[in-house]
Structure formats: C-alpha cells, structure tokens
C-alpha cells in the first residue's frame, strides 16, 4: 500500500496550490479520500473529504470556498485545490485514505508554507 503527496512548496499569501495524492496497493475506489493538516504546535486536522464515488464532499469551515477536493478513480488520484492562501494555511498537508478502523491509511505529508 502506497499513498504519496505531492505539490507543497513555498506560497506567497493569496496565491494558489494544488496537491496530488496517488494511491496505490489498494481498491482505490472503495475508499473515502481526506486531506488533513498539521500545523506547528497544534493536533492535525480534517481539512476536507471526498466519498468514494466522489459524490460527497465535505470541508472544514476555515477552508470553505477556498480549497476544493476532488478524485480520479480511473488513476487512482485525489487532489486538492488550495486558493487564496493564508498564512494561517502553512502546514505539513496528509493525505489519507480511509475505509474502516483497520484499512486507513497515511501519505508522509507535503509542507506548504504560505508567507510574503
């Protein structure tokens, strides 16, 4: 099993990102994709989900309207589109896929940093 990100880097604020997530190793398909954050000091946190099928989609209020989730099942793909960055953003970003208690599992993370 394999989860990998990609796409982090150094933002200044306002600016864009997108992270990629491939999965492999797994049923892509059957997993619920969500990407998670952890700032500095602080306890990582859900910033978005996206269901299996893709129909779902679900976003923490601090990243709504700016941050879009979204999934290729054919390539086994998550994504995460990041806009109007803010300093408040910068984080070491996770990607997880999750089916059950037992079958969840972890990318290394990406740093994005947003700074002027």
């Known amino acids: 099993v394999q989860v990998v990100e990609s796409g982090g880097g150094l933002v200044q604020p306002g600016g864009s990102l997108r992270l990629s997530c491939a999965a492999s190793?797994?049923?892509?398909?059957?997993?619920?994709m969500r990407w998670y954050r952890q700032a500095p000091g602080k306890e990582r946190e859900l910033v978005a989900g996206i269901a299996s099928a893709g129909g779902s989609k679900a976003y923490a209020d601090s990243v709504k309207g700016r941050f879009t989730i979204s999934r290729d099942n054919a390539k086994n793909m998550v994504y995460l589109q990041m806009n109007d960055l803010k300093p408040e953003d910068t984080a070491v970003y996770y990607c997880?896929?999750?089916?059950?208690?037992?079958?969840?599992?972890w990318g290394q993370g990406t740093q994005v940093t947003v700074s002027a």
């Open positions: 190793g797994f049923t892509f398909s059957s997993y619920a």
């Open positions: 997880n896929a999750h089916r059950d208690s037992v079958h969840s599992y």
